[in-house]
């Protein structure tokens, strides 16, 4: 048996579902790349919310670390981002995960990157 096989049937159907998700919004706004680029940057929640509905197992950190991996410039709230966040006042869960938390993260990144919420990625 080889170890590096990915035995996890639902994982394996996810990557089929998601390719079948990236072709349509692909169809529907001239590629997946040009909708990402328009997709307005101050709304990181919204996009994470349409990845978790429209594709498969794209909820939560997976989806948040499929934006980093495609070069979107994109908070992905781990524990220690979490924690820093918090030592920092913001009030949110130790585990940041309920849209609320997300949205509050999202209003704190904002001052970050001004580039990247003029417009510029």
Request: with cysteine.
């Amino acid at each position: 048996m080889n170890a590096r096989i990915v035995r996890n049937g639902a994982k394996i159907m996810s990557v089929r579902e998601n390719a079948r998700f990236v072709l349509e919004v692909a169809k529907e706004h001239g590629s997946f790349a040009k909708f990402l680029a328009d997709w307005p940057p101050a709304n990181e929640v919204g996009l994470l919310e349409l990845l978790s509905k429209r594709g498969s197992r794209l909820g939560g950190a997976t989806g948040q670390m499929l934006l980093r991996f495609l070069g979107y410039d994109a908070f992905v709230a781990t524990k220690d981002v979490a924690a820093c966040l918090r030592d920092a006042g913001l009030d949110i869960a130790a585990a940041p995960t309920s849209k609320r938390d997300l949205a509050k993260i999202q209003e704190h990144s904002i001052g970050w990157c001004p580039l990247t919420f003029i417009g510029v990625h």
